[in-house]
């Protein structure tokens, strides 16, 4: 059974058993904010497809709404919900390093909010590689739009209370496993028209990055 304690009108889950996940999913799926780890840090999600509890989480955030959220899917066979079009070179890179670190730019979906790539055309997706945010996404049945659990310009949370420090008493759930294996953001990649562009180079270097493609 998942323990809860409140914080204000944030609640804190704790456990390693499927209940807490059930508890978190049934919240999302009604527009709710939950914070969960991850591979890398801990994130704040929602459905991606509610453009109203994507706009709530950008202002939580207090993140600039030209800044785009990636999106989490908990498999390739979610990027057609969520990309228009995955060419050859964004597939070299899906299979040498889903699930893992590494965020694709691909072209948006119509079905995506706008919102969510900042008014732009393209979405920034990945599949995280840990158990247990897998399994939220699969048992809520949708991808989540995902961004690290802090107020814009402060550090990742590493673990749970780091997260209750940016965010406690503004989101809904903390779903607390314990610290983040990573710890380190992931590496952003574009490739949009054929071209291969590291936007932001951390968790996977960029020259691992180039010599998979080759």
Same mark, same amino acid.
């Given at each position: 059974?998942?323990k ?5 009108? !944030? ?5 390693d ?7 978190a ?7 709710k904010?939950?914070?969960f ?5 801990y ?5 991606a497809?509610?453009a ?12 600039a709404?030209?800044k ?17 079009e995955?060419?050859?070179l964004a597939r ?8 893992g670190?590494l965020?694709l ?8 909010p ?5 008014g732009?055309?393209?979405v920034?997706?990945r ?9 939220l996404?699969q048992?809520?049945g949708?991808?989540?739009?995902? !961004?690290?659990?802090?107020?814009s ?6 673990? #749970?209370?780091q997260v209750i420090?940016?965010l ?6 903390i779903?607390?496993?314990g610290?983040?294996p990573g ?6 990649v574009? !490739? ?6 590291v936007?932001?180079?951390t ?5 691992l990055?180039r010599? #998979?493609?080759?």
């Open positions: 059974m998942a809860q304690l409140s914080l204000g009108k !944030t609640r804190l889950i704790t456990t058993t499927m209940n807490a996940i059930s508890l999913a049934a919240e999302l799926r009604q527009g904010l939950v914070a780890p991850t591979d890398t840090v994130g704040v999600g929602t459905i497809f509610d109203e509890a994507v706009i709530r989480l950008y202002a939580v955030k207090r993140r709404l030209h785009p959220i990636p999106i989490l899917v908990s498999g390739p066979e979610q990027l057609k919900l969520v990309a228009r995955v060419n050859p070299k890179l899906i299979e040498r390093f889903w699930p670190a965020t730019v691909l072209p948006r979906h119509p079905n995506v706008a919102v969510i790539g900042g732009g055309d393209t920034a997706v599949m995280p590689g840990h158990v247990l945010t897998l399994a996404i048992e809520v949708s991808p989540l739009a995902t !961004t690290s659990a802090n107020m310009g402060w550090d990742s949370p590493l673990d #749970a209370q420090m940016n406690g008493g503004r989101i809904d759930i779903l607390d496993a610290p983040c710890g380190i953001d992931s590496t952003v574009d !490739t949009t028209g054929g071209v291969l562009r936007l932001r180079e968790a996977i270097p960029a020259r990055i010599e #998979a493609i080759k």
